[in-house]
């Protein structure tokens, strides 16, 4: 996460590029107000918030390993449709078996 998205989050109302600009000082993302803010957030709260927001996203990484695995849309309703004309349960088990190889933390 960066410093942008975790003030996004924490104040929404402010504009990047009108109220700040996050730089590149020799390889460290620096923030820069451009305005005078009443009410900004300090650099603890940024900090926290991008931990929190890094954490969240870690979180969900079985999630996003799954879409990687999941058939397509088209092939699982195919999948289902033979599934109901055989009475099989290829839809289920494929299904299963990327949850299984992906499980939630």
């Known amino acids: 996460m960066d410093i942008a ?4 989050n ?3 109302e402010l504009e990047f590029g009108e109220d700040y600009v996050v730089e590149d000082i020799s390889g460290t993302p620096t923030l820069k107000w451009l305005k005078e803010i009443s009410g900004k957030p300090t650099d603890a709260e940024i ?9 969240a996203w870690d979180n969900k990484a079985y999630a996003r390993k799954r ?6 849309i088209q092939d699982q309703l195919d999948m289902q449709y033979w599934d109901s004309v055989n009475s099989t349960t290829t839809w289920k088990d494929a299904i299963a078996a990327v949850k299984s190889a992906n499980p939630k933390p």
Request: no cysteine; aromatic share 4%; hydrophobic share 25%.
């Open 5 to 8: 998205t975790a003030i996004h």
């Open 10 to 12: 924490l104040k929404p």
């Open 47 to 55: 900090n926290s918030k991008i931990t929190e927001l890094q954490t």
């Open 67 to 72: 879409i990687e695995k999941y058939p397509s």
